[in-house]
């Protein structure tokens, strides 16, 4: 399949079965898809898996500040030359995300890691611990979130 | 009353330390007599915290931070960057730039793939292969010194194109040292696949089929040597890899010896390669002008670097700075496959397992802890001792 294939099956697949999705073409090579509701999020990508277009770089997740109060994560996905990224959004405060680990068990690092910096729970994760952050670590602090200031961790 | 007839489990722990990666990890596998049966893995021992620190800096300095990600490809996370803001602001590097990109990154590849034969022959207690082939390394970093000036981290990119170029004694002298390192890697092409005590320890052992390595993730010559066609040279080809096609190194027994297999192949490769490149260099300027403010947008960009996919994702604010910068090294990626495939595996087979992927690891003196869980004793072994260890298993088994 060539990209252009590639591409065109994905935007097939994200529109069918009334999940509430809505794609773009920011460039030739990729499609971005807004996954509005959480609940298709995993059922998205089950269905991407089953076409092997569901080949997962990274999951990244971008702090979209105190002003927005949402977190943005961005599923990305390679089969080829394409890029297919999921993206959708969680509130700042509470957020929480379903795992991947069941179907994609790479997605685990990944998971553990956004947990940790960002603060969002993964549901369904098969070992929730730290994954980079020192054990002692103060708990409710995210480094990689944009308000992150590092005095927090010298209160005591 | 709790039976003495269960058979005794341990719980050891590998690391924490494991300097030379950037991600160091700790290890924690749970042994029913000699035979793995969980494996756990920690890491976070040296983050730097360099995403982080690369939202703060601006674009020139945030080169210079991310060549400094990892000491063995320096030169491919420079390039990902290079490529990726070079994308946003919309500026092509000249041809002759993205040959010479090419070029240090395939040197990097061989001085890569040498230092892991090297380093997993010393796993397996084959130090005379770890001592010849570390001392052809320094061959290719010598190679590398001429060119930029630098052993370790290069310095080759710029944003916008490189900073080094190539003259005719430079050509020769690669030339020249690659007939020698070709010479080499076909010796060891034949120790790796010929000698006896030496398949002993990678015929057959870790074995992932293609259905395993794709659901894990795996990547790099690791897939690769599982039959997973995946090298994102041929993929999707960056820098000069549309002009300089690569044939791509795949095995189908998946077990270590065809890891090794892969990554000879991929040095024989490289080999071809770089003697194609010096022989068609496109004539041309080296830079092409870069602005100091990067138009907003997001891009990711996947390069192959010695261990596999390399990707970076840069999202930029127009401002000077990026907004926020994602790197995913490939041994995260292939960590997954060690956790999964040292389950049913003996003890001894561990260290080897965990060289199989090429983790990036220069420290061979980590802490082992030995642990009873019955009975909450806790021995402790090192590394070393672990390495010897799983090396007099094998020698007893004669």
Not at chain 2, 303 to 313: D, I, K, N, Q, S
């Amino acid at each position: 399949m060539n990209t252009e294939e590639i591409l065109t099956l994905a935007t097939g697949i994200v529109s069918s079965w009334d999940w509430a999705t809505e794609s773009s073409r920011p460039n030739p090579k990729q499609l971005d898809v807004k996954v509005k509701s959480l609940d298709e999020l995993v059922p998205i990508i089950v269905a991407l898996r089953v076409k092997r277009l569901g080949y997962l770089s990274a999951i990244v997740c971008l702090d979209l500040g105190p002003e927005a109060n949402e977190l943005e994560v961005l599923y990305h996905f390679c089969p080829g030359d394409a890029v297919i990224a999921l993206r959708v959004r969680v509130p700042r405060a509470g957020a929480s995300l379903p795992s991947l680990c069941e179907i994609i068990p790479g997605a685990e690092v990944f998971e553990r890691e956004l947990q940790e910096m960002f603060g969002i729970q993964m549901i369904g994760l098969n070992t929730p611990d730290r994954l980079y952050l020192p054990d002692d670590w103060p708990d409710g602090i995210y480094p990689m979130r944009k308000d992150f200031d590092p005095k927090a961790l010298f209160a005591n | 009353m709790a039976t003495n007839k269960e058979p005794e489990r341990f719980t050891i722990s590998i690391g924490p330390q494991h300097p030379a990666l950037k991600e160091p990890g700790s290890f924690q596998f749970t042994v029913d007599g000699e035979i793995v049966t969980k494996a756990y893995v920690r890491l976070g021992y040296a983050h730097r915290g360099i995403e982080k620190a690369a939202e703060q800096r601006n674009w020139i300095q945030d080169l210079y931070l991310l060549e400094r990600v990892c000491g063995i490809c320096s030169h491919i996370h420079a390039t990902a960057y290079c490529l990726a803001v070079e994308e946003l602001a919309h500026v092509e590097a000249p041809p002759r730039a993205q040959a010479i990109r090419v070029l240090v990154a395939e040197l990097e590849r061989i001085h890569s793939h040498f230092l892991w034969i090297g380093v997993s022959a010393h796993e397996a207690g084959f130090d005379t292969l770890f001592m010849y082939s570390w001392r052809d390394r320094e061959t290719v970093m010598d190679l590398l010194e001429r060119l930029t000036g630098n052993r370790v981290n290069y310095s080759a990119n710029v944003l916008g194109g490189v900073k080094c170029d190539i003259d005719a004694e430079q050509t020769t002298a690669i030339l020249d040292g690659l007939n020698f390192l070709e010479e080499r890697a076909r010796h060891y092409f034949d120790v790796l696949t010929n000698d006896s005590m030496f398949l002993q320890r990678t015929r057959g052992i870790a074995v992932m089929s293609r259905n395993q390595a794709e659901v894990m993730g795996a990547i790099g010559p690791t897939a690769r040597a599982s039959n997973v066609a995946r090298d994102v040279r041929i993929e999707s080809p960056y820098a000069a890899y549309t002009q300089y096609p690569i044939k791509m190194a795949l095995d189908t027994r998946g077990d270590l010896e065809a890891r090794f297999v892969v990554r000879v192949n991929e040095l024989f490769e490289s080999f071809r390669l770089i003697r194609q490149i010096l022989a068609t260099l496109p004539e041309g300027e080296l830079t092409a002008r870069m602005p100091r403010r990067v138009p907003a947008g997001e891009v990711v960009k996947r390069v192959e670097a010695p261990r596999g996919e390399l990707y970076y994702f840069i999202k930029s604010n127009g401002t000077d700075k990026p907004e926020r910068l994602k790197v995913r090294t490939p041994t995260i990626c292939n960590m997954t496959s060690v956790i999964k495939l040292a389950v049913g595996h003996q003890l001894a087979d561990v260290p080897m397992i965990l060289a199989g992927i090429d983790p990036c690891f220069s420290c061979n003196d980590r802490t082992v802890e030995l642990t009873d869980t019955d009975r909450k004793t806790s021995n402790i072994m090192t590394w070393e001792e672990l390495r010897r260890y799983g090396i007099k298993f094998y020698e007893a088994r004669k």
